[in-house]
C-alpha cells in the first residue's frame, strides 16, 4: 500500500489542510492589497501629484496676504533677430578676449532696448575691463608721489582702497613714490528700481552692471535720494524689535556679509535704512526684506568694494 501523505488520524489530516488553505489566502490578500498600493502610487505620480511630508503639504495649502507689489515689472520679451545677432556678435567678441568692442555693440543694445543678456554681458566686460589694462572711461595713470599712501589717493579720485588695489593686483597696502597705479576716476551712482527687484550701478549716465536684489515688503523700502554714508565690513545686526545687538556670524544676523548705511538729505526722518546681504539667497528678486536693499553676499561684497562712502542711491518705485 502507498505510504499516506498525511501522518496521524484523519481529524488532523483535515484540520491541517484548513490551516494551510487559510494561510495561502492570507497571502493572496496580502499580495492584492501590495499591487493595489503600487498602482495607486504610480496613478498619482500620472497625474502629476507629488508625495509631499506633511508640514509641506499644509504650507502648499496656505493661502498668503497678497502683497501690494506697486507697478509691475518689466517683462522680458524675446528680442528681435537684430538684437539677437547683435548680443551674438558683442558675445563672439568677448570670447575672443576684444573687451573694448565687446563693450561698444552692448552699450549700443541696452541703450536701445532692455534686453536682460545684453545688460548680464555688459555687466561682465565692464568688470573685466575695470580689473584690466585695457582703457576705458574713469580709469586713470597716477604716479605715486612721497607723501602718498591708498586712502589719500583714494579720497584725490573718489573710490575706493579696494578697487585701487584690485585694479592693481596688490595685495597689501604698500605703495612706492615713483611707480604708478591704475584708479578710476569715481562717478559711481546707484538706481534701485522697487518694481523690477534690481539695483543698476551707474557709470555717469551708462549702465555699468544690474543687480538682482530684495526690496521691502508691501513697498517698505522708501523711493527717495539717499546717499552712502557709513560702510561696515561682517556688521553687527540691531535687533529693531528690543534692540539687542546680534554679532556677525551669528544664524539670527540678517546683515549678511556688508553693510551701507544710507541717509536721506532731504528726508531726515527716514532713518535704519542701508544696502546689505543676506544669508537667503531665495529672497533676492522680490518684495522681501523689512526695508532695506538685500542683496546676494558675493554681489554686495563686489559692490563695497567699487562705490565710496557719499555715493548717490535713487530709489524709484
Not at 141 to 164: C, E, H, M, P, W
Not at 263 to 269: A, I, L, T, Y
Not at 287 to 303: F, H, K, P, T, Y
Request: aromatic fraction near 8%.
Amino acid at each position: 500500500m502507498a505510504k499516506p501523505i498525511y501522518a496521524g488520524s484523519y481529524n488532523n489530516r483535515s484540520g491541517g489542510g484548513w490551516k494551510k488553505v487559510f494561510i495561502i489566502i492570507i497571502l493572496i490578500q496580502v499580495v492584492l492589497v501590495g499591487a493595489y498600493l503600487v498602482w495607486s502610487k504610480g496613478k498619482k505620480a500620472d497625474d502629476g501629484e507629488m508625495d509631499l511630508p506633511e508640514p509641506a503639504m499644509a504650507e502648499a495649502n496656505f493661502e498668503p496676504v497678497p502683497l501690494e507689489l506697486g507697478p509691475s515689472p518689466i517683462i522680458a520679451v524675446e528680442a528681435s533677430p537684430e538684437v539677437q545677432s547683435a548680443i551674438s556678435d558683442a558675445r563672439s567678441a568677448l570670447d575672443a578676449g576684444q573687451l573694448a568692442d565687446a563693450k561698444k555693440q552692448l552699450d549700443a543694445i541696452v541703450a536701445s532696448t532692455p534686453d536682460p543678456e545684453a545688460i548680464r554681458l555688459l555687466g561682465e566686460v565692464n568688470m573685466m575691463m575695470l580689473k584690466s589694462s585695457i582703457p576705458m572711461q574713469g580709469k586713470e595713470r597716477y604716479s605715486i608721489q612721497s607723501g602718498d599712501y591708498l586712502q589719500k589717493i583714494a579720497k584725490k579720485y573718489n573710490t575706493t582702497v579696494a578697487l585701487i588695489k584690485n585694479m592693481n593686483g596688490m595685495q597689501t597696502d604698500t605703495i612706492r613714490a615713483g611707480a604708478a597705479v591704475m584708479v578710476y576716476n569715481g562717478d559711481f551712482s546707484i538706481r534701485v528700481s522697487k518694481g523690477r527687484n534690481t539695483l543698476d550701478l551707474m557709470a555717469g549716465d551708462k549702465l555699468f552692471k544690474r543687480y538682482s536684489v530684495g526690496t521691502g515688503k508691501f513697498g517698505k523700502t522708501p523711493a527717495v535720494e539717499f546717499k552712502i554714508v557709513d560702510k561696515i565690513t561682517e556688521p553687527t545686526w540691531t535687533r529693531f524689535t528690543d534692540g539687542k545687538q546680534i554679532e556677525y556670524g551669528d544664524s539670527e544676523n540678517v546683515l549678511g556679509t556688508r553693510w551701507m548705511k544710507i541717509v536721506s538729505d532731504e528726508h531726515p526722518e527716514i532713518t535704519g535704512f542701508g544696502i546689505h546681504g543676506t544669508w537667503q539667497p531665495e529672497s533676492i528678486g522680490q518684495q522681501s526684506s523689512a526695508g532695506c536693499i538685500r542683496m546676494l553676499n558675493e554681489d554686495v561684497e563686489e559692490l563695497f568694494d567699487l562705490v565710496p562712502r557719499k555715493t548717490t542711491v535713487i530709489i524709484t518705485e
